[in-house]
């Protein structure tokens, strides 16, 4: 994705089912299980430059003894600050002679059980330690401690915040993470003091009542009390202080979670290949948390997976696919390239067919296996062609003649590196423009002057700036026939509210180029009309409201949309001609069949707080109000 842009947050989690000694023994450290979490966590760095945290629970603690650990980390390398930081201090405390061997673990932090580790990319919120997962809810009783970190994105914070307060509670800020974790701790407490009414009218004294709660505790029954009201994108993992712990995951499966479990680890991922990774197991192996459903593992071991809010459509987030996760997962990797395939016929119509001289590239890297596929489908292609000239020779065929045929292959270029360090010294706004137009580095000579069509192939459009403002400056350098951008994506018109960095329709190039078709047009009263709607949808509060923000793109083809869109991101001094080509949505569907997540695309949004979100953040267009529309 050429343009920046913040996206979705990785979680980890490990389980260790036997004792601590027996990690020691087998493989050598007791330390197995802090570094599985931390290796899990590198190899899901992708999903957080903002920050990431770390949390630990021991199981059966000494009274007197902290047996809950946190540390968390803004800084420029987070996941690298924390390793060292807890490195450090586990070391030393190795190292120390005054530990007594048989209280030696209980009182080494972050040497235990069960961890939880997270990486931020925040949507919202400022950059602070503050706002990095995990969270901690803390309490005096063990089955009262809550630490809560997650990758979601919740549109009803509002209507949940005030439920809070109905409640009696006064947050201490209003964020997702916090109302979340506050709604999940308020029906913890609600089961904490039924259960210990329930044993004490048994005759149990407070004592023996504890271990009673902890064995009892109905962890399924506090995630369907507690979402029930939840409306977005989560995967929400917790741990609870005497060692149980969930990971629950939204009813559309909007979100992706995995795990994988055995006799000695029980562990969770945002990414499968992370998995596959630490622990060396096949594919296979790696199951995903059903939409709807909650892993949940017991202080005990005991490892379930039951049924919290019923399933709905599967929605789960196409852009995971095309861009957000790692290209290293199997399937991934497979629906990348047929998503390169998909877009073959347009761009042979745009080059009217001519691979003899057209050169084909790929920016940024992300969009490396899309264009893979790409030149796949080119070869393919090719070989058809070059079947029916050689028999359309018939009788005429001569080793000129089939040389020439076969000769004819696709040509590939690195025509573009980016300059990582340039940024590091734009810091004079009268220069910014004309500097940002060599973050890229060219390769020049690498297409002939004026004969060659270069087609260069991204993972998406969002804005359009940076195509503008530097890759399409860049490329005109090398002096083209004329120059294709080929987007893996379709158009995203419409705004996220699960979790992706584009809650602001008016930032989106094709509204911009939807509204610039509506004035050229003279169709302004549209405008009107929309955000008619959109304001009686918002005052209405309906429980099934409608996106009708869609109505703006109506009057229009998504090839009308895609030369508008073309026009503006032209740099006024660029002679020569540009197009841009956007995958289809029905083409997007035959990649990535199984995950049809595509409402920034179409608009139709999994919940209604989606829809909800798409009048609002028109109307804050309409209003000139620079803010995400939940």
């Known amino acids: 994705m050429s343009d920046s842009i913040k996206h979705e947050c990785g979680i980890a989690l490990v389980r260790l089912l036997r004792p601590l000694s027996y990690y020691k023994q087998k493989y050598g450290t007791e330390l197995f299980g802090l570094n599985r979490l931390f290796l899990l966590m590198e190899k899901q760095h992708n999903r957080g430059q903002d920050g990431a945290g770390i949390a630990s629970i021991k199981l059966n603690p000494f009274p007197g003894k902290e047996y809950i650990h946190r540390w968390r980390s803004i800084a420029p390398n987070a996941i690298d600050d924390i390793i060292s930081s807890v490195y450090t201090q586990v070391q030393l405390e190795l190292a120390s002679e005054s530990k007594c061997s048989d209280d030696r673990d209980h009182q080494i932090p972050f040497l235990s059980e069960l961890y939880l580790g997270h990486l931020r990319y925040g949507t919202f919120g400022g950059k602070t330690v503050e706002t990095c997962h995990p969270f901690l809810r803390q309490n005096n009783w063990m089955t009262r401690n809550l630490v809560v970190a997650g990758n979601f994105n919740m549109t009803n914070v509002d209507e949940l915040f005030q439920q809070l307060l109905e409640l009696g509670q006064i947050p201490r800020e209003k964020s997702d993470t916090v109302t979340v974790m506050e709604n999940i701790g308020h029906f913890l407490d609600e089961e904490n003091d039924a259960l210990y009414y329930k044993f004490k009218e048994l005759g149990n004294s407070k004592a023996e009542i504890t271990p009673l709660i902890s064995e009892q505790l109905d962890v399924a029954g506090i995630l369907r009390r507690s979402s029930k009201n939840w409306d977005g994108g989560y995967v929400i993992a917790g741990l609870i202080g005497n060692g149980d712990a969930f990971v629950l995951r939204d009813p559309n499966g909007i979100r992706p979670a995995f795990y994988y479990c055995d006799d000695e680890v029980v562990v969770v991922t945002s990414e499968r290949p992370a998995i596959q990774t630490a622990f060396n197991v096949d594919y296979k192996e790696v199951r995903e948390i059903k939409p709807g459903h909650a892993l949940i593992l017991k202080a005990s071991g005991k490892v379930s997976m039951p049924l919290i809010q019923e399933p709905q459509q599967r929605l789960s987030c196409s852009f995971e696919r095309i861009y957000f996760s790692r290209g290293n997962d199997a399937d991934i990797y497979r629906e990348r390239k047929e998503l390169g395939k998909q877009l073959c016929t347009g761009v042979l119509g745009a080059i009217d067919n001519d691979l003899k001289n057209t050169v084909f590239a790929f920016i940024p890297n992300t ?41 004819i292959k696709p040509r590939f270029e690195k025509i573009a590196i980016k300059d990582v360090k340039l940024r590091t010294f734009i810091t004079n706004d009268e220069d910014r423009g004309d500097l940002v137009a060599h973050v890229y580095d060219i390769t020049y000579g690498t297409l002939r002057k004026k004969e060659d069509n270069l087609v260069v192939i991204d993972d998406s459009i969002v804005r359009g700036t940076t195509l503008k403002d530097s890759i399409i400056r860049m490329l005109a350098r090398l002096e083209p026939k004329q120059i294709v951008i080929v987007s893996s994506a379709p158009q995203i018109r419409y705004p996220d509210c699960y979790g992706i960095d584009m809650a602001k329709i008016g930032d989106l190039i094709a509204f911009r180029a939807a509204l610039k078709l509506i004035e050229k047009n003279h169709l302004e009263h549209l405008l009107e009309e929309v955000y008619g709607r959109c304001m009686e949808e918002l005052n209405r509060k309906r429980p099934n409201p409608k996106n009708h923000v869609r109505m703006i793109y109506q009057p229009f083809t998504a090839e009308q949309i895609a030369d508008q869109i073309a026009e503006m991101v032209t740099p006024a001094d660029c002679t020569i001609p540009v197009k841009i080509i956007f995958q289809k949505i029905e083409d997007l569907h035959n990649a990535c069949p199984s995950h049809r997540g595509d409402w920034y695309f179409t608009g139709n949004y999994p919940t209604a707080g989606g829809n909800r979100v798409a009048c609002r953040a028109f109307v804050n267009f309409m209003h000139g109000i620079n803010e995400r529309a939940y």
């Open 367 to 407: 969009s490396e296996l899309a264009f893979y596929g790409m030149i796949e489908g080119m070869e393919d292609y090719l070989k058809d062609h070059k079947r029916r000239k050689i028999k359309a020779l018939d009788g005429e065929l001569t080793d000129e003649k089939l040389n020439s045929i076969l000769s």
